[in-house]
């Protein structure tokens, strides 16, 4: 299935997506098996409802430099272990809402990811049995002012800024094998990134069970797999899609900090 969360009437509800309707399910709570979403009999058109991130994260986990050939444009070395940094949840925003930069920054990068999102609490899981965890899996956007983030450390700062996470539109729960999926960035309609998760220096399992020897993963929490090589910057006005096939493409518009004023 494909699982949306969105607005309507000033209402937040879950939904399965069927081509132009979503079919609404109950608010799954902390419970996000698979067999948790009963459908209302409620339904929805798509395009009357506004599309929200499709999942609530307590925390989001990033991967850093999880592509050979990401690492070696920006000058870093491969590294041996998970390279791991939290960005908070006030980072999140949906499809079509706004990536704002913030004036601290003079280059805000983009960088296309396929997020996991866990379904189950997972502590101290073995890569042979991670997948289980797993509830499905989503486009996100792992934005970074590059020119904050200094090579040895101190990730968070850059790419923990408020809406410097994007993720959705939709959480695929079908998907078998994260580690065969086309992973596109576009930028104003041209393509800038083509990547494969084929290429992960470090699989979905691996990093499930990587992180949950340190943390706790909950359901809903998101895992944010690194990006493939072609980072570029950001502008006003742009608009970035990340596209990874079987799920959608995940869209957003860029603004300046300094359009929207205090507040
Ligand atoms: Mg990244």
């Known amino acids: 299935m494909q699982l949306v969360r969105f607005l309507s009437e000033q209402k937040v509800h879950y939904g399965i997506q069927q081509g132009s309707s979503i079919k609404e399910v109950a608010d799954p709570g902390e419970d996000w098996h698979k067999a948790s979403f009963s459908e209302t009999g409620k339904v929805f058109d798509h ?37 791991i940094f939290l960005k908070p949840s006030t980072a999140v ?32 899981v073995g890569a042979e049995r991670a997948l289980d965890y797993v509830f499905g899996y989503t486009c996100g956007n792992d934005v970074t002012a590059r020119d904050l983030q200094p090579p040895g450390g101190q990730w968070t700062y850059a790419k ?21 999926l ?21 699989s979905v ?7 949950s020897h340190c943390m706790t993963l909950l359901p809903g929490d998101v ?18 899609g990340v596209d990874i096939h079987g799920i959608g493409r995940l869209s957003n518009y860029v603004e300046s900090q300094g359009d929207l004023g205090e507040g």
């Open 160 to 180: 923990g800024f408020d809406t410097f996470c994007p993720l959705g539109p939709a959480i695929n729960t079908e998907i078998a094998d994260p580690e065969a």
């Open 93 to 124: 925003i949906g499809p079509e809402e706004a990536i704002v930069l913030p004036p601290q920054s003079r280059r805000v990068d983009y960088e296309a990811e396929l997020a996991v999102v866990m379904g189950r609490r997972a502590h101290r």
């Open 47 to 83: 395009k009357a409802v506004k599309l929200l991130a499709p999942c609530r994260p307590d925390k989001v986990v990033c991967v850093g430099l999880n592509y050979r050939e990401h690492a070696a444009e920006v000058k870093a070395a491969v590294p041996d272990k998970p390279i």
């Open 182 to 202: 086309p992973v596109k960035g576009i930028l104003n309609g041209k393509v800038v990134q083509a990547g494969n998760t084929a290429e992960h220096l470090f």
């Open 205 to 211: 399992a691996e990093l499930i069970e990587f992180i």
């Open 223 to 240: 895992i944010l797999t690194g990006t493939p090589v072609g980072i570029g910057p950001l502008s006003p006005g742009d608009t970035f």
